[in-house]
Nanobody, 121 residues
Framework: QVQLVESGGGLVQAGGSLRLSCAAS????????MGWFRQAPGKEREFVSA????????YYAGSVRGRFTISRDNAKNTVYLQMNSLKPEDTAVYYC??????????????WGQGTQVTVSS
């Protein structure tokens, strides 16, 4: 069992940066791939980024590639999402998830409660 708690969301102006964190409980964190998804009002949950259990492989949605960076610290049971050059269209609730490394929500077994990111123009 893995419990995930996101933090770091907030309100930022376009062009600004935020760093999201996802703290995991449980001793098996390092065995899971981790992903970040987001969901805007009235839209489906969409893939943002994922990272393999070792951190050696990362994946990004085209809309965030070059602006967002995913990383993990297995010693701290934490995964991060550094978001730079934020745009109003990045506004959403951001969720972290643990499971297989993939871009589909069904590939993940555990989900956090989400953290709101709002980017003003």
């Amino acid at each position: 069992q893995v419990q995930l708690v996101e933090s770091g969301g907030g309100l930022v102006q376009a062009g600004g940066s935020l760093r999201l964190s996802c703290a995991a409980s449980g001793r098996t964190f390092s065995s899971y791939g981790m992903g970040w998804f987001r969901q805007a009002p009235g839209k489906e949950r969409e893939f943002v980024s994922a990272i393999s259990w070792s951190g050696g492989t990362t994946y990004y949605a085209g809309s965030v590639r070059g602006r967002f960076t995913i990383s993990r610290d297995n010693a701290k049971n934490t995964v991060y999402l550094q978001m730079n050059s934020l745009k109003p269209e990045d506004t959403a609730v951001y969720y972290c998830a643990a499971g297989s490394v993939g871009s589909r929500p069904y590939e993940y077994n555990y989900w956090g409660q989400g953290t709101q990111v709002t980017v003003s123009s």
